[in-house]
């Protein structure tokens, strides 16, 4: 795959288990060495240059810190190693990992070791770490994924937070969707090795280039249809179990009697039934599951003709609880309606 990333972004690499986000990261970091093709930092080729000399940084899932070294000579070992090589000033040592323990909210942890610390803790010992010898580009290997719920959402504001204050360049690895949505400036989703879908998180979660796309981020409906028509720019397609969907033209719209895929958002279906008709597409089926999500109720609603079953959030919970079984009628707007190429 051909990538590029411009200084002072947030990259997210999203996919699968298996889909090549760590391969590539450590490619970039140089733990990895290429079969073919290139690697170039800053107009220079790196391919073959070690790690220590491209100027990056990595951060971990395991955190990988020193169990024999207090919180403070974990931070500093980095720079200890610049004092061997006389490329950093003894006496900046303590100022500097003074200033990042602050940062991560550690400057009162400096004299602990290891194991008196919790898992987040560690976490942003780990990453003050990678960021005390001010790398050019910072890497990131799924460094959230042995964190509880909650720990895992304050550290995706922290690290967004830090992101924003010192405007380096993160390279970050996940497979979980909510993280990248949240952090990322673009996000790369990955499937098999191949790059996908490369954009801004409202490209990729609202305007998904396929199929495989739109089913990894977000809870996407995919149905298939014919195209009735395509007038006044709108496109007409009738799905598998009777009813008719009107979408948004794209730029390039299919033409009448072609087959086509739809992408509709659980979120994106109203369940007003006083709306005006005409203006929404309408769909119906029998309700399989009420899911009770806290700020929202999901439906798992099978449509009666075709079979399919179509995820429908009720965020303003304004229905009254329809139960298994019964009928559900709801809608979307042509504008929520994503033309996808079969």
């Not at 490329?87 to 194991?115: Q, T």
């Not at 990955?190 to 801004?200: E, V």
Request: aromatic share 6%; net charge positive.
């Amino acid at each position: 795959m051909t990538l590029e990333v411009e200084e002072g972004q947030f990259l997210t690499l999203l996919g699968a288990s298996g889909s090549g986000k760590t391969t590539t990261l450590r490619l970039i970091a140089g733990l990895e060495t290429p079969t073919s093709g290139t690697i170039h930092f800053l107009g220079q080729e790196i391919t073959d240059v070690p790690p220590t000399h491209r100027d990056m940084r990595m951060v971990f899932q395991d955190f990988a810190l020193f169990p024999n070294l207090t919180v403070h000579e974990n931070v500093a070992f980095g720079l200890r190693l610049r004092i061997a090589r006389r490329r950093f000033p003894r006496h900046e040592i303590g100022p500097r990992v003074r200033r990042y323990l602050d940062m991560v909210h550690l400057g009162a942890y400096a004299e602990r070791m290891p194991h008196q610390l919790s898992g987040g803790q560690k976490q942003r010992v780990a990453l003050a770490r990678a960021l005390v010898t001010e790398p050019r580009v910072v890497l990131f290997d799924e460094p959230l994924g042995s964190l509880d719920a909650n720990l895992r959402k304050a550290m995706q504001v922290e690290l967004k937070r830090m992101h924003r204050e010192l405007g380096r360049t993160f390279i970050y690895v996940t497979h979980d969707q909510e993280e990248a949505l949240t952090m990322s400036d673009r996000i790369a989703v990955m499937q098999s090795s191949r790059l996908l879908q490369l954009g801004s998180p409202e490209d990729i979660y609202l305007r998904p280039n396929s199929a495989a796309v739109a089913r990894f981020i977000g809870a996407a409906n995919i149905l298939a249809g014919r195209v009735e028509s395509v007038a006044a720019g709108a496109v007409l397609v009738r799905l598998a179990d009777g009813s008719a969907v009107c979408a948004a033209q794209a730029d390039s719209s299919p033409a009448p009697g072609s087959q086509i895929q739809l992408m509709m958002r659980a979120e994106h279906f109203v369940l007003d039934r006083s709306l005006p008709r005409e203006a929404l597409s309408w769909l119906r089926g029998r309700v399989a599951e009420r899911l009770f999500l806290g700020r929202s109720v999901e439906y798992q609603v099978v449509l009666e003709r075709s079979g399919e079953t179509v995820s429908v959030l009720d965020q303003a919970q304004s229905l009254a609880p329809v139960p298994r079984g019964d009928v559900l009628e709801f809608a979307i707007a042509r504008g929520n309606v994503r033309l996808l190429a079969r």
